[in-house]
């Protein structure tokens, strides 16, 4: 049984472009959640998607943006990069009002 | 914003030590989970308690809640080496379709040296 899976591992970006981050949950699982975690600090909430749309959504501009598709993998996309979004971005699925979240290994993410 | 905070901010202790970590958390929830990640790679359940129990085991851990003073600990028992983490509790609050939205504290860096 897979667990969660994300690419890429590492990723290097220069300041204003833009990426895109993958996720594919827990088999079995609907619901998909985006964390930011700079270093040295817990993860802070993103979003939240389920049945293809954005359900919650944490103190985040609008440069990040997310989708998931109907086999309920998810995609974290970040515009207009800069320094300070440098952090590991990691994908949460759960069943939809489960308690219980469980996490991929992260995207670590470095803006230059 | 973090909703809970982890006391101490760093633990070292040997093999065969308990290791106690505190999460204080600032508004009324639905549970409280403790979650371990090595080496800033992803995060481990490790345990959830709900707003309604006071104390819960798990192997060798040992999780209290106190909802009225909104903290809550957790003990690791006989430590080993392979503890060497940092831990983190997150707080999940409000109405069912809101669950999602963990709020993690800050951690506690353990170190277990043999």
């Known amino acids: 049984d897979a667990g969660v899976t994300q690419s890429p591992t590492h990723l290097i970006k220069t300041r204003g472009q833009q990426v895109t981050l993958r996720c594919s949950p827990k088999?079995?699982?609907?619901?998909v959640s985006w964390y930011q975690q700079a270093l040295g600090q817990g993860p802070q909430f993103i979003f939240q998607?389920?049945?293809?749309?954005?359900?919650q959504r944490g103190n985040f501009p609008d440069r990040f943006s997310g989708h998931q598709f109907p086999n309920y993998s998810s995609e974290l996309n970040v515009n207009a990069l800069l320094l300070g979004d440098s952090a590991l971005y990691l994908c949460?699925?759960?069943?939809?009002?489960?308690?219980?979240?469980?996490f991929g290994p992260g995207t670590r993410l470095l803006v230059l | 914003s973090q909703q809970g905070e982890e006391d101490p901010q760093a633990l070292s202790i040997q093999e065969g030590e308990n290791a106690t970590m505190n999460c204080s958390y600032k508004?009324?929830?639905?549970?409280l989970q403790w979650y371990r990640q090595n080496s800033g790679r992803g995060l481990v359940h490790l345990i959830l308690?709900?707003?309604?129990?006071r104390e819960k085991h798990s192997g060798r851990l040992r999780v209290t809640l106190d909802t009225s003073k909104k903290s809550s600990s957790l003990l690791i028992t006989a430590s080993r080496a392979a503890d060497t983490a940092s831990y983190f509790c997150a707080t999940a609050a409000g109405a069912t379709d809101s669950w999602g939205k963990l709020q993690f504290g800050a951690g506690t860096q353990v170190v277990v040296t043999p």
């Open positions: 949460a699925s759960s069943l939809a009002g489960g308690e219980t979240q469980y």
């Open positions: 998607y389920y049945e293809e749309e954005e359900r």
């Open positions: 508004t009324s929830i639905n549970n």
């Open positions: 088999s079995g699982h609907d619901t």
């Open positions: 308690i709900r707003s309604n129990e």
